[in-house]
C-alpha cells in the first residue's frame, strides 16, 4: 500500500490526490446574479446533494490566489441565490467554456451561446439548454481558509420535458446523460452503467428498473 500522512504534504497535494481519486464528481453549472444585474455562468465540481428535507446541496468555491473571490462566491454571498444545473453530453463544451476567467461585466451565457430564462422562484437565469435546473436560495455558509462551502436549499425544480414522470416520482435515466469530472482535466459520461444484480448474473427485481430510479 502506498500510505500518505496529509499532515505532511501541502494543500496543492491533497487537492491534487484527492479531486483525481475522489472521481467521478457531478457537475454543477451554476448562474449567479452580479451587483450590475450581468449574469454568470461558471461549473464546479466540488458540487453533491446533501439531504431531501430539506432538500439541500452543497457547492464549494475556492478564493483565487490572491484571496479575491471567484464572482459565483461573490454574488451568492450578495444576493443569497443561485441555480445549479446538471449538465449532458449536448452541452458538455460549452459548461466547458464558462470556466474561462471572463471580466465581470461579460456574461458567460451570451459567450458561450447559451439560452437563459426567468427562473420562478429566484432572480438568477435558469439555463434552456440544461437539462436540470435547481433553483437555490443560500441556507446556510461554511468558511475555511480556502474556499467558501455554500449549502442551498432547493426550491424548485425544472426539467427537460419527458425526463420526469411526476405520477410515479421516477426519472427516465435511459434519456439521461449527464456528464462528470474524472481526475486531472478529463471528464466521463455516464453511458456504461450497470446493475448489480446483471453483475451477479441476477435478474433485477421488477419493482426497480434499472432505467429509472
Known sequence: MTEVDFEQINAYQRYKLMASLIVPRPIALVTTLGANGVANAAPFSMFNMVGEDPPIVMLSINRLTDGRLKDTAANILNQGEFV????????????HACGEALPSHVSELTHVGLTSAASHTVKPPRIVEAPVAFECVLHETLETPS???????????????????????????????????????????????????????????????????
Open 147 to 213: 474556499r467558501y462551502v455554500f449549502i442551498g436549499r432547493v426550491k424548485w425544480l425544472s426539467a427537460r420535458d419527458g425526463l420526469i414522470d411526476t405520477q410515479a416520482w421516477r426519472v427516465n435515466l435511459r434519456d439521461y446523460h449527464p456528464v462528470g469530472r474524472f481526475g486531472a482535466s478529463f471528464y466521463t459520461t455516464t453511458r456504461d452503467r450497470f446493475s448489480v444484480e446483471e453483475v451477479a448474473g441476477v435478474a433485477a427485481p421488477p419493482s426497480t428498473p434499472i432505467d429509472e430510479i
Open 84 to 95: 445549479v444545473h446538471m449538465t449532458d453530453e449536448a452541452m458538455a463544451s460549452k459548461m
